[in-house]
């Protein structure tokens, strides 16, 4: 990987404790790490929200835990139409 690409590159770890055990093994690895381009999944989806409202793509308040869990059930149902046999994601 070039430099130049390297300085670009974002990780994104599933939780703030898998970020830190990366970093430790890391440092004790290479003696140094550059964290500047760590973040949790937590995180840039908060950064992500956050700059699709300041942007005007999401209206309307926050959901509350049960308007999520509303969502992510509808989302959930609807992707697995595209799993069932007749899906197109069924072949894969």
Known sequence: MSSASAQRE???FP???SRRRWQQERVLQEGWVD???LTTRNRL???CLTHARKAGL???LPCDAAQ???LLRRAV???RK???AAGPLAAL
């Open 35 to 37: 964290a500047a381009r």
């Open 77 to 79: 149902s609807s992707a």
């Open 82 to 84: 595209h799993f069932d």
């Open 10 to 12: 974002v990780m994104v």
């Open 58 to 60: 999401l209206s309307g």
């Open 68 to 70: 999520q869990l509303l």
């Open 45 to 47: 989806q908060q950064l």
């Open 15 to 17: 939780t703030e404790l």
